[in-house]
């Protein structure tokens, strides 16, 4: 191709791309100016994160239900009626939730009953209970609160099936099978709500690094486990495929839970379809012996672990901080000290994992850390 017909075939494709409003476009050349063609500019872009304090409109501090040996996953004896335990998620609640909810349906089904009680309404509660319908179980919720007053309301909403789940030392191999049967049911689960007002959707997920890490040990700080060939795997970037001031810098895509609407969605069904919800705090186990259900799930999270004095239970507490919702910004990102998601609800930023803390109060000089160095890595960024 001679240098005229080179600038003529680029003057098609740049008056094409501004029709279809790409100037815009997250990926790819830049489009100058009135210029009707493309220049390279030996990276790929993506946008700029607007960050300052005044930007942040809440804080929030969450704690995660966390078990040494992972999720209890068991059927128990309780006077009359048989408790069905399903509690102590951890830092993967969400994304376990079905798993965990069709394991505990099927010990439900062992049983003679046909009208179940659901102790909890946060992420795991609401699964269980509407896969307990979708067998033909009558469930009804008793629980102290309904989001957004709930834990997983606090979360940070990602595809995480192994972040916190458990101690590895102390986890079985029993466990890391139950683990994978639940993460699988999951990740299929997940994929059926797509498209559904965004309550899933997938986007792209950056690591970045100043300084390449050392020896093999690559893989994300709170991961337990990790089964391949389920969701896509991390891809390093080469310089000239990023945009970012550092040396390592991976992506890969990942799915995003829009916690609020997801909430809200399944809440709904769950009433469409007859299910009931009763407030009602659980402070002994006669309280359970006296409902009216002979069979009874327990998705109570932390507060399974004081009712039930179950000794491997403690949280793991978590700060967010969320910032101004920007539409143009959809894709995650980790860097040393600080990460953020962007969700329909907001930027948040975080995050902490404090071990046995109870405090629920945020701490303002955590969140300008991370401002602080998300801002420098921002700035420093090409495009
Ligand atoms: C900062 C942070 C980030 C996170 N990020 C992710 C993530 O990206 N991906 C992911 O998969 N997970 C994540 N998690 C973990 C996830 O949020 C939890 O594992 C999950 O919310 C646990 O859900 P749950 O339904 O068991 O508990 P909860 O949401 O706490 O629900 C428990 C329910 O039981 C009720 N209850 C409690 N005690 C009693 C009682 N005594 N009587 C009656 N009812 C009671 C409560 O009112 C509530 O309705 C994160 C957590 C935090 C804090």
């Not at 505990?104 to 946060?122: D, F, I, M, N, S």
């Amino acid at each position: 191709m001679n240098r005229r017909n080179f600038f003529l075939k680029a003057g098609v494709v740049g008056a094409l791309a501004a029709t279809e409003g790409l100037q815009s476009c997250v990926t790819g050349p830049k489009l100058y100016g009135d210029k009707s063609f493309y220049i390279n500019r030996g990276f790929t872009a993506i946008p700029k994160l607007k960050l300052s304090s005044d930007r942040i409109i809440k804080e929030t501090v969450g704690l995660r239900p966390f078990r040494i040996s992972g999720p209890r996953m068991e059927k128990e004896m309780l006077g009359s009626k048989t408790i069905v335990h399903n509690y102590g998620h951890g830092g993967s609640g969400w994304s376990l939730s079905w798993g965990t909810g069709n394991q505990a349906r099927e010990l439900v089904k062992t049983t003679p009953y046909k009208e179940v009680a659901l102790l909890g309404c946060g992420t795991v509660g609401i699964a269980t209970a509407t896969l307990l319908q979708e067998s033909g179980f009558k469930v009804t919720i008793y629980t102290k609160d309904v989001p957004p007053n709930v834990t997983s309301n606090l979360a940070t909403g990602t595809w995480s099936p192994s972040s916190r789940v458990c101690d590895r030392e102390s986890a079985t191999p029993e466990f890391e099978a139950r683990w994978q049967d639940a993460t699988r049911f999951s990740f299929r689960r997940m994929q059926m709500m797509l498209g559904m007002n965004d309550i899933v959707a997938w986007g792209d997920e950056y690591q970045v690094r100043k300084n390449a890490p050392s020896g093999t040990r690559r893989a994300g700080g709170s991961e337990v486990f990790h089964l391949k060939g389920l969701a896509p795997e991390w891809r390093e970037l080469g310089k000239k495929d990023h945009p970012f001031n550092a040396d390592y810098v991976r992506r890969r895509s990942n799915m995003i839970f829009n916690i609020p609407s997801y909430l809200n969605f399944h809440l709904n069904n769950f009433m469409i379809r007859g299910g009931k919800v009763e407030i009602k705090e659980i402070k002994t186990p006669e309280d359970i012996d006296a409902l009216e259900q002979k069979v009874v799930v327990n998705c109570m999270g932390l507060g399974a672990g004081q009712v039930f004095n179950d000794k491997e239970v403690f949280p793991i507490s978590g700060q967010l901080a969320c910032l101004v919702p920007q539409t143009e910004v959809n894709y995650k990102l980790a860097t040393d000290g600080a990460y953020f998601i962007t969700r329909k609800d907001g930027i948040y930023l975080g995050g902490t994992g404090k071990e046995n803390s109870w405090d629920t109060n945020p701490d303002r000089a955590e969140t300008e850390k991370w401002v602080s160095i998300l801002s420098d890595l921002m700035k420093e960024m090409k495009g």
